[in-house]
């Protein structure tokens, strides 16, 4: 009940300050990069900046590791380098780490563009293709959870529940605190897909930037959160070969709860989760074919909520 009550005061407040912000003053701002542009431009319904500069302007410190299951990721590319971890390749057919799909890069940049305070763990579980075995994945989750990661970004598709090594690894990664995201998928489709439909799960569909579904994005009362689907590839020298598989609108959900992390760490995964989707903006208006309750993260929002939470000393 405590625990509820702080909620609620941490939202309201959130919400008032929201109320009252003004437009920054960026005239000694440095010149963004490209794939800043891309960042800013796709996603200012989500306040994505603006969630950027205030968590700049309070934090300092406090390092998130993100597991990201896909590719790969070229740590030499958009501002990559001094942000990765060692990672580790279950592809056999592929002896490095070495992304040649570009989709785990697309994702990393995305991540570390929002979040400066992660730092990112590469798990390849997916080949140049964008293809890999429900074992693999498997594999990944549970190198994430040995490499205490606090977020685990985890690509998804299908629609088979009955996977039980898979059902088992995403508990036991739950239950040591680990906040778990996988975008909904890309099948036009309101069945629910695995592994984003598991409760311990938060799925992640996609927006455009207003606040409109994308048409190719699942949906259904499983997709608890939305998000832009920011599209990086002008910024390739050439386009990533599965674009799709980088599922964007997860990676920008994992930065900015990396960045609620970071502000405090004592939220865990069900406080981090809980604000997330308790400071989302309500886009069912827009979206009449989803139904009622259908939500875009508001990066703002839940910097502002994490923020106050520290002061009221929410806990997991």
């Not at 003004?22 to 960042?39: F, G, H, M, R, V």
């Not at 990944?140 to 088979?160: C, M, Q, R, S, V």
């Not at 074919?289 to 502002?304: C, F, H, I, S, T």
Request: hydrophobic content about 45%.
């Amino acid at each position: 009940m405590r625990s509820s009550i702080l909620f609620a005061v941490t939202i309201v407040t959130a919400t008032f300050w929201i109320s009252m912000a003004c437009p920054a003053d960026n005239k000694d701002a440095p010149t963004p990069t490209p794939q800043e542009i891309a960042l800013k431009d796709a996603t200012e319904s989500a306040q994505i900046a603006e969630a950027m500069k205030e968590f700049m302007t309070y934090e300092v410190g406090r390092i998130v590791s993100v597991g990201l299951l896909s590719t790969g990721v070229d740590g030499s590319r958009f501002g990559l380098k001094g942000r990765l971890l060692n990672g580790v390749n279950f592809i056999e057919d592929e002896p490095d780490l070495v992304d040649r799909n570009g989709a785990g890069t697309y994702s990393a940049a995305l991540i570390a563009g929002i979040a400066s305070n992660a730092k990112i763990l590469p798990i390849k579980v997916l080949n140049k293709f964008g293809q890999g075995t429900v074992s693999q994945i498997v594999k990944g989750i549970n190198f994430g959870i040995e490499e205490d990661a606090k977020i685990l970004l985890i690509p998804g598709g299908t629609t088979t529940e009955r996977d039980r090594a898979l059902k088992e690894a995403i508990a036991k990664a739950r239950q040591k605190g680990i906040l778990l995201i996988a975008a909904a998928g890309s099948d036009r489709s309101s069945e629910r897909h695995y592994p984003g439909a598991f409760e311990e799960v938060l799925a992640v569909g996609a927006t455009d930037m207003w606040d409109r579904k994308e048409a190719f994005s699942n949906f259904g009362e499983w997709v608890r959160l939305f998000a832009p689907w920011v599209d990086l590839r002008s910024v390739y020298s050439g386009s990533p070969g599965n674009v799709s598989a980088s599922s964007p609108e997860a990676a920008v959900v994992a930065g900015v709860a990396a960045l609620v992390l970071g502000i405090n760490p004592s939220l865990g995964a069900a406080g981090t989760e809980e604000i997330l989707l308790s400071t989302a903006t309500d886009i069912s208006r827009k979206n009449p074919e989803m139904g009622v309750g259908a939500r875009r993260v508001n990066a703002l929002a839940a910097v502002r909520a994490a923020r106050i939470s520290t002061w009221l000393k929410v806990k997991q």
